[in-house]
Every structure is written in structure tokens, then in C-alpha cells.
């Protein structure tokens, strides 16, 4: 499969290139534009769409990273930058003249790209909304907060999957509604939000790791301003995970290698991601790239030599996330006791996390657990 996205790609930025060459009238350009089309038509057997993501400096084909792919590409990546596109579908049905009235726009500097039936363009973008004061919230019934914020964070998820703007809920304002429900509710656990079903696994999951984050990060007496650092980072811990196949992510079946190796890329894809956006904390991209690692210099992405040490956040966010995964109701695992998950924490984790980090974890849970 890999050939084939191979080539299609080879095929496409070479018209490319040919049409900035020469012109959309030459013959070498429609000679690749047809290979295009023929390439296309193997892939569409197993798919309705085609997608091209760019990626900061890497080009994504179908969810799939190509690697050194030639310098037509980086024409074609750079061509793409230029109009502010970073993301194109081509549906099944596309036909020569669009692909080719799409190549002649992307490469006329005066043009816009405008949309095609069956070439659909987008921007990959997350924006952070206003702040709106935390004193605005009314907390009435608090066991149903974090559902209400796991929708924000759908929405925010959804923004960058389907690669519209973000216009909707902001990350500050729920990372401020979560600082203001700990100061009223003092177990942590009523804040979490059960798992209703897969699909929502993504945002729910994200919510409740920015809530047990921020109670960490209550506990050891953090900064107010790193609380609320460590919640943004910890709420897009997981964003890389929309440039992965959804069959993937949501398979029920054991993965095979292939498949475990494409789900460790998200924390690649999600550092990339967030590091170019403006604004937002630094801590975002680097808790996203190191919140698989283990306090031992294992798990993954693989630092080689040890030459990485994780950050102190990335390893707050690990330990939530890995409580999280334990009591959700994932396709695999049913959903365990609190109590035995922070046994099983204490016990069977060896290496995994910073010692204190952990044991501070599981006696704060404790005491709301008592208390
Ligand atoms: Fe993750
Ligand atoms: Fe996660």
C-alpha cells in the first residue's frame, strides 16, 4: 500500500512541478495527471477519499508518513503552504480537469483555491478562544460538569479533524471552569466523566486527564499560572490521535506491530501539531511528545541513549493518563474499582513513573477516596 501512496504522490507533485515548468497545456502535465487518476483509482478500491495532510515539514498520505519524498513533494508541500492548505482530500469520482484547474489555481500567486466537487481543501488549525472569567460559570449540579466540558473538547477535537477553524469552545476558558470547580468540589473523582461509548473515548478521555492533572498539580502546590499550563497541555496530551486511522484507534481486536506503530506516531503528530501554534503554552507540545515515556527512559517515542529526561509535567500527565485508561471502559479492559486500579498502580509500575510523583498521586486519591 505504501508503493502505491508512493506513487500517487510522485505522480501528482510531478504534474505539479511540470505545470509550474511549463504550462497546464503541456503534454507532460496531463501524462501525470492521468497516472494520477490511474494511481487514485487502485486506492479508491479501498477507500471513498484520498488525503494529503501537510504536517509542519512531513507529508501525510492516508494517514501514512512518506518519508524523503523527493523534491517534487517539497514543491508540492511548499506550493500547498504558500495558500495557507494544509490538508486536501480528492474523492472518488474526481476527474482530469478538476486536477487539473486545482494545480493551475494553487500555482497562480493572484488566484485563491477555490473548492472542487471532488477536491475538497482545509487548514489544520486549533484557536484559542477568549478568556472568559471563571467567576461567569455557575456551577449548579457538579456531578455534570465535566460532561458539559467533555463537549467542549469534542468540539475542539472534531475542529481539527475534520479541519475546519475553531471558532467554538476555548481550552483556556475550560481549563478555568476546571480551577474554578476544584475550589468548590473537593472530590476529585465527581468531576470525572464516565466513558458512554468508543467514539467518545477521545474527548472524554482527554477531559478527565486535564481534571486529574490539575489535581495533581493542586496537591504538590503548584503555580496557579502552571496549574493552568498543565491542564491546556495535558486537555491536547492525546491530539496527535486524530492523524490516525480511525480503524486503528478504535480496533477491538489486538493490533499487530504495524498498527501499535502507527498508534505510538500520535505523540510525534501532536507535538508537530501544537508547536506551531501561537499562543499556546510550550508545555503543550512537549507533554504530547513525552507522555508515553517511563521515568526508567523507556516507552515511547524511543530517545536514544537516554538523551531525553522527561519533563516534570509530561510525567504528571503520564500518571493520569495511565489512571484514566485503567477505569474507563476501553474496548479491551473492564472498567475496575478505583481503589484496585491504585493497588495495581503501586504495584505493577515499576519504572513507569516518578516515585514521588506517584506516591503522592495515590495518597491524595486516597484521602478524597476516605474523605
Ligand atoms: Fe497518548
Ligand atoms: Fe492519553
Known sequence: ???????????????VSNCSLYSGEHASVSEFITKTIDVLNILFNNSDSVEIMVIEDDIVVNKTLIRNAGIHVINLMKKLKRKGISRVDILKGVEFNEI???????????????????????????????QKLAEDFKIGDISKLSGLQADGVREIFT???????????GLEEI???????????????????????????????????AVLSMFQAESLGVREDLKHDIGIAALLHDVGKVFINVNILEKKEKLNDREW?????HTVYGSKYLAKINGLTRLAPIVAYEHHLRFDGKGYPEIKNNSRKQHICSQIVAISDYFDALRSRRPYRKEQEFEEILFLMKNESEGMFNPFLLDNFIKSMFRVLSG
Do not use: Q, W
Open 100 to 130: 487539473k484547474d486545482f494545480i493551475v489555481s494553487l500555482l497562480d500567486k493572484e488566484k485563491t483555491v477555490k473548492g472542487y466537487p471532488h477536491i475538497v481543501t482545509g487548514i489544520v488549525d486549533i484557536r484559542l478562544g477568549g
Open 1 to 15: 500500500m505504501i508503493e502505491t501512496l508512493n506513487e500517487f504522490l510522485l505522480s501528482f507533485s510531478s504534474a
Open 159 to 169: 475542529g481539527v479533524s475534520h479541519f475546519k477553524k475553531l471558532e467554538t469552545y
Open 261 to 265: 506503530n502507527e498508534i505510538k506516531l
Open 175 to 209: 481549563v478555568l471552569k476546571f480551577a474554578a470547580a476544584f475550589k468548590r468540589e473537593s472530590n476529585v473523582l465527581k468531576l470525572l466523566c464516565p466513558v458512554k461509548s468508543t467514539s467518545e473515548y477521545t474527548y472524554v478521555h482527554a477531559t478527565n486527564v
